[in-house]
């Protein structure tokens, strides 16, 4: 049973920097296409980060691109979200998803495309 665990959401500063984790167990997370999303209050659940196939092919959201980086832990069952100048507008539950098939670059960035899911870690960012 594919399960994953994230951690590292917090309070914060406007302006500084958290690291999420997603640890991934259940399967050989590989070749999976891992992503993150992110939902805050009374809005619909959007994309933030994707790594399609290891650290190689990446892809962000333009309101986080130059400030969060996604990446892979060693082993690839784990999935990293560095995130810096960090604003209020980031204030939201992040979500760690996983999907067995490589996506593409649209599909990726649909919550509805991924088969698994964390239960989410809240990062607050205050002004």
């Known amino acids: 049973q594919v399960q994953l665990v994230e951690s590292g959401g917090g309070l914060v500063q406007a302006g500084g920097s958290l690291r999420l984790s997603c640890e991934a167990s259940g399967r050989t997370f590989r070749s999976y296409t891992m992503g993150w999303f992110r939902q805050a209050p009374g809005k619909e659940r959007e994309f933030v980060a994707t790594n399609l196939w290891g650290d190689v092919n990446t892809y962000y959201a333009d309101s986080v691109k130059g400030r969060f980086t996604i990446s892979r832990g060693n082993a690839k069952n784990t999935v990293y979200l560095q995130m810096n100048s960090l604003k209020p507008e980031d204030t939201a539950v992040y979500y760690c998803?996983?999907?067995?098939?490589?996506?593409?670059?649209?599909?990726?960035?649909?919550?509805?495309?991924?088969?698994?899911w964390g239960q989410g870690t809240q990062v607050t960012v205050s002004s």
């Open positions: 998803a996983a999907d067995p098939r490589v996506l593409g670059t649209v599909a990726a960035g649909l919550p509805d495309q991924y088969d698994y």
